[in-house]
Each structure stands twice: as C-alpha cells, then as structure tokens.
C-alpha cells in the first residue's frame, strides 16, 4: 500500500511557483473546499499553481490529525510517524515557493493572516492579503509549516462554516493576484488600517473545569481585568495582554495566545520590531 501523501494538482502554465494549501488539518474543511473550488474554477492564472490538500486522512477522518498535529511536525521526518512524513512531504512539493496555507479557528469569524516579521517577504505578503490584522506567531509556534519560501497563513473564520469556506477562497483568491499569479488587485480595501501583532505565550486553561470566555479575540483585556472563568472561579490577567485565538473550545490545555500590538501600519510594525528595509 502506498504511503499517505499530500493531494497536489499543478494547474496554469510552466513550473509551478506558487502554492495554496488547505487541509492542514483535518477538522477545518473550509481551505479544502476552498482548494477544490479553486481546483475547479477555471482561473485565468498567468504563473504556475500548486493546490494542496496536505492531511488526506485527517481531512477523510474530520479529525484535526491523527498522530500529531501536522502544524508542529515541521520540518517533518521521512521515517516518523504520519504527520511528520506529510510534513516532510509536503515542504518538498512546496519548497520556496510562496506559499498560502488555509485554517480556520474557534476564535472569531472575522479573517486574519499570520506570517513571521523576521522573513520579509512573508510579511509584506500578508499585508497585501484583504485582512485588518497581521500576527506574528513565530516566539510561540514551533514546527510550524514553513518551506524556506515566504509562507503565510490565513485563519479565514469559524470552522466548518460555509463563511469560513467562502472567505478562504476569497483570501486565496487574493493571494494569487499578490504573487502576480491572478489579474488584478489583491487589496481593492488598500486605504484600511491593519494592526499587526506579535504572540507572546500561551494563556493556560487550569485543568478540569468548564470554561467560559469573557475577553473577545484582538479586544485588549487591562492588568487586573477577569477574562476567564474556570468552574466558579475568575481569571484575572497578571497584565494586559490582546488575546489571539482564544476560545473555550478550540485547544485541549490552552484557551489561546496572549500577544501584544506592535503597529497600525506594515512600516510601523517593522520599525517597533526593529527590522530594516
Ligand atoms: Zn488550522
């Protein structure tokens, strides 16, 4: 039997030079339709296109995956277990290439794009993407999907939402005309204001209780503010923090990240972080 690989189709004209990937994990089937809808539509691409299912058993098991989570199984290992092989597999098919990977969250409807500060490329590719907020998750995500091209990833909404499916084909969609793959302006929302922000940690669930989420995603939660409660009691933030990717539901041992705004603009942001252009 064959082993477990990624679902890749090559699609427009010559050697292909950027990618899209969904399916990263298996219980987010929004960038998976988004793919086959992009696999079907016919588009009027001017450079090379890899589509990309990455987990096919976890997407066919609706489990997020089935070893380990295949987000923290990079740079993978050809001899590992399942997800450390797709990881693998999946950063020879994509390798160098600009690459956008499709999820979906818990946490908030609204679209938001993820890339490192500390690949430029990256970053301003993100924000071109028709998004209001960047985030740099590098200090708290480990073996994350990277392939030593500019990778960026998009949380298009709540997962298994047909909004979620529609708006991560809009985002690829927009991807696409930014890397001069598609016609057209990524960014038709070019005037609007991103805030770009910087993980920080992880916010621990205390075990064993029933959670409930006071603090919305991206809204600053104040030194002394509860944003949490586990049982009976309140979670009082030590100091203040803007939370990211918190749910009640989405993480098994965390409620999300805590992270910091470091910008209102793509140069602000790269100035707070000290990076030189
Ligand atoms: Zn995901």
Redesign the pocket.
């Known amino acids: 039997m064959s082993d477990a690989e990624p679902d890749v189709t090559v699609h427009g004209s010559g050697e292909p030079e950027v990618a899209v990937v969904g399916g990263?994990?298996g219980?987010?089937p929004s960038?998976v339709r988004a793919v086959e809808r992009l696999r079907a539509a016919g588009l009027p691409l001017e450079r090379g296109v890899k589509l990309v299912v990455a987990n096919p058993p976890a997407v066919a098991a609706g489990e997020?995956y089935l070893e380990t989570d295949l987000?923290r199984s990079f740079p993978g290992d050809p001899d590992g277990g399942l997800e450390e092989r797709l990881a693998a597999r999946l950063r020879a098919e994509t390798g160098g290439l600009p690459t956008l990977?499709?999820?979906?969250?818990h946490s908030t409807t609204e679209p938001f794009a993820l890339a490192e500060h500390t690949r430029p490329a990256a970053y301003e590719l993100a924000a071109r993407l028709p998004v209001r907020r960047v985030v740099d998750p590098h200090p708290v995500a480990d073996g994350d999907f990277r392939n030593g091209g500019p990778v960026v990833?998009v949380?298009a909404g709540c997962?298994g939402t047909d909004a979620a499916a529609a708006e991560a084909e809009r985002q690829a969609r927009a991807f696409l005309a930014a890397v001069d793959a598609l016609p057209g302006d990524p960014r038709p929302d070019a005037d609007r204001t991103r805030d770009y922000y910087v993980l920080e940690g992880a916010v621990e669930k205390p075990p064993g209780a029933d959670y409930e989420l006071l603090a919305t995603n991206f809204e600053r939660v104040d030194a002394g503010e509860p944003f949490a409660v586990a049982g009976d009691d309140p979670l009082v933030a030590p100091r203040s923090f803007y939370p990211v990717l918190m749910s009640e539901c989405g993480y098994a041992d965390i409620f999300g990240y805590r992270a910091s705004r470091v910008g209102r603009s793509l140069d602000g942001a790269l100035a707070a972080l000290g990076v030189d252009r």
């Open positions: 990263i994990h219980d987010e960038g997020r987000n990977a499709l999820h979906a969250t990833a949380e997962q």
